[in-house]
């Protein structure tokens, strides 16, 4: 079933490459070997690359805009802009969330002022006083009165200048109701005619359900906007990886097969962040094949190698040379 595309002699020819690389890379040294940084470079050297494309931190200017991350955005912009009070994105794990915050982010002009909270599972206090600092504001006094009388001063000061004050809580699904209507009493502070604090909550879909606790419906009836973001659709699978490939400086030399695609997109669901693992390995098998066509036999193989079902075929010769694979992989 694995290596359709690939014959036979081509796979064995390629793995014999491979032990020559896994011999002088143990794959238990892969981490701290300085070794690794070269392995790397080749990696990008190969494809002609400046960077790797499908890393999983939350890079924005990797971003893809996709339909429904083109809309999260303007619906962010356009309840930031229009002072709407709580704002709420919600999404799966992997949709894209956080990469979106942050391109949100460079994009506020700046007579917005931004705190963004990724750590959002802080006990009370540090939380509050996480979200001043972030505010820029130097905490004077480590007390709840203080920390919220700073604050107050701070948002009207900004009024008086006419900025606009905008929280991110990533994660939000994490944060306790009480944490949540604490939150809400921050943005209190309103003038008769406009709201002072924009507060957007960002969370996996577990979000929802927090905020339908019947304790908090006095924030869930302030929340102007809310919005879902679903995964890629398959026809965007191709887009992404592309553009993600272009913004890693590739000439277009890498190419993925069409039935390579079908394979990531059952496999991915068309979420990014899973997209983003299979490209990763299934680049870094060309790489040892040599071959900058990403066939479906090799996606495959990739999703087994992640799933950790590799089956005694890939094993044949040396362990070394699945331990190539894998911890390059990952450690690069
Ligand atoms: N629209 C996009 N364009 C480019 N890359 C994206 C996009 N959406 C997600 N990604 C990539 O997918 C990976 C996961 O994205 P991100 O961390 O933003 O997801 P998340 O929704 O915040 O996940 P979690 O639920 O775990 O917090 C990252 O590598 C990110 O760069
Ligand atoms: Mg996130």
Redesign the pocket.
Known sequence: MEFTNVPRSDLETSLHKVTYKAIYTPSFMVYTNPKQNKKVSMYREFFGLKEKP???????D?????RV?KEALSHLTYGIKERKGFLEIT?????????????LLNQLDANTKTAFILNSTLPEMQLLEAIVEDFGITVERKNKVSILKQFNNFLLEEATRGNNVVLII??AQNIKPGMLEEIRMLSNLETDKTKLLQIVL???PELKNRLASPSLKQLRQRIGVRFH?TP?SRQEVPE?IN??LRVAGSNGMIHFTDDAIGSIFKYSGG???L??VVCDKALLSAYVMETSEISFGIVERSIREIEGVMGNEHNTGSAEKSGELESANVGS
Do not use: M, W
């Open positions: 499908f890393n999983v931190t939350s890079d924005p990797f971003l893809f805009l996709s991350h999404g799966e794990i992997g949709a894209g969330k956080t990469t979106l915050c942050r391109a990533d994660e960002v969370g996996q973001i890629l992404y553009h993600r979420i990014p962040r997209i983003n």
